[in-house]
């Protein structure tokens, strides 16, 4: 027993341990926020997931390359990705982009989206180079730019009135020309664009990504577009790749996700697409970290995108499907909000809608000169005491404008109709309270 007290003095510390890029990106609210949903929702519309399946032709195409013939997709297959999955990735976004790719030089697999932007930042970001986001942005962007040495820049997206009391929509967040272009200096290295953008559903339009183009050409800097949501775009919109747009191409790394294209967020498959003098240091940072991902989720992939190659732009396609249902989805949730007084922001894209909740403040009086953001306080005081799980919209801005953002919430869509009605019911149920004394 003394054997065992004395090395257990011997093994605690007193000099810290953790390495000075993690200073000050400790604390994650994702981390908080889905403890809460699992202790207290009884309707989680939080975290950005599906509850719905997978199509069957993806779960089928899994259960093939695992059970099937060929073993060898049960062991390691290439590092830069498994290349039935680079090829028809090379073929889709070949055809897309009206340019031929190379499957082993301009398209990397990676472990989600996530590995994707990580590999980017590692990359691309030097000490002290500086790295726009437009704000609201996906939370990671500004830990992932910093753990690089990095400092990121941030640009909002300034919400206009809508006229004649219309609900908002995402495409009243617009950039100030005038304050993207003061944000670009010569320590500037990249930009990152996110459209469909989480947390608004903004669709950029392609007015403004020439604008950011443009920018990105005279001041020589990258852009990492995150495309994740390229599928999920509504009312007849069009998604636009930046890297399509003039002189875009040569300094443009695409990312997108299976995850989210084809409903299967567990499964961690992303991808990065571009030139080769770009994707070339992605590939030296997967070498060095992540080196491979599972093997049979890439053959599945793969195959789901041979599916969608053929029926590409036709009804039957997963592609125009999945909006489709998504859209009446993203309606239902704008009906139920609007209707208790919880205003909608019409999201243009993506599978998220962002809400105005200055009606319940008499719900849950706000705390002058608090240190929490109000949005915070409401979406712990609505997961506790109504069951409902939101994320709060200054989760998705940096620390010095959480309070520029602070009376909005944020709701994920990708549900099953049951869950959307329970929500419905939830805050009709609460209306009821809150009109009848
Ligand atoms: N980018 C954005 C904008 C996202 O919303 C997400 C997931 N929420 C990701 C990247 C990460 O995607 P993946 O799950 O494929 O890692």
Redesign the pocket.
Known sequence: QTHFLSLSLQAKMSRPVQARRLEGIDKNIWVEFVKLAATYATVNLGQ?FPDFPPPDFLKEAFVRALSGENHMLHQYTRAFGHPPLVKILAQFFGKLLGRDLDPMTNVMVT???????FCCFQAFVDEGDEVIIIEPF?D?YEPMVKMAGGMPVFVPLRPKAPKDGKLMSSADWQLDPAELASKFSERTKAIVL?SP??PLGKVFSRGELELIADLCEKHDILCIS?E??EWLVYDGKEHIRIASLRGMWDRTVM?G????TFSA?GW???WTVGPNRLLQHLRTVHQNSVYHCATIAQEAVAQGFQREIELYGKPDSYFVQLPKELQQKRDWLVQSLDAVGMKPIIPEG?YFLVADISEFKSDVPDVPDSDEPYDSRFAKWMVKNKGLAAIPLSAFCCGAHKNNYNHFIRFCFAKEEATLKAANNILQKWKREKTSP
């Open positions: 950005g472990v989600g989206a996530y590995q994707a932007l996906f990671c996110n953008n989480n995150d994740v949501y990312i996700s299976a995850g989210k967020t961690k498959v992303g993506t």
